[in-house]
Nanobody
Framework: VQLQASGGGLVQPGGSLRLSCSASGFTLSDYDIGWFRQVPGKEREGVSYSSSDGGRPLYADSVAGRFTTSRDNAKNIVYLQMNSLEPEDTAVYYC??????????????????WGKGTQVTVSS
């Protein structure tokens, strides 16, 4: 079971990026998916959550209204569309998966599969 986040890069404030979370060895539609981010010296922060049953996605207050998570089950990919990016969004972004229903979606320990992150840098 492997996850891989991709799509990061350098973007100016106000810009957009779309991150992708792909998987090998399992079907993402069977899993709850969380997006997290981390900056050096700080704890990993929950950004968004998408449940396997297609329920309403959830977002951290800091990104609500700017970020959107979606799934393309045919491609086995989960996306994180990030708009109106701010310097404070600079971090390494990770996707994580849980086969069991995640109740406290923002708790990293509740996810069993993690991929390598992708760096997002928002700077002018």
């Amino acid at each position: 079971v492997q996850l891989q986040a991709s799509g990061g890069g350098l973007v100016q404030p106000g810009g957009s990026l779309r991150l992708s979370c792909s998987a090998s060895g399992f079907t993402l539609s069977d899993y709850d998916i969380g997006w997290f981010r981390q900056v050096p010296g700080k704890e990993r922060e929950g950004v968004s959550y998408s449940s396997s049953d297609g329920g309403r996605p959830l977002y951290a207050d800091s990104v609500a209204g700017r970020f959107t998570t979606s799934r393309d089950n045919a491609k086995n990919i989960v996306y994180l569309q990030m708009n109106s990016l701010e310097p404070e969004d600079t971090a390494v972004y990770y996707c994580a998966a849980s086969r069991a229903r995640v109740v406290l979606w923002y708790r990293p320990r509740l996810y069993t599969a993690w991929g390598k992150g992708t760096q997002v840098t928002v700077s002018s």
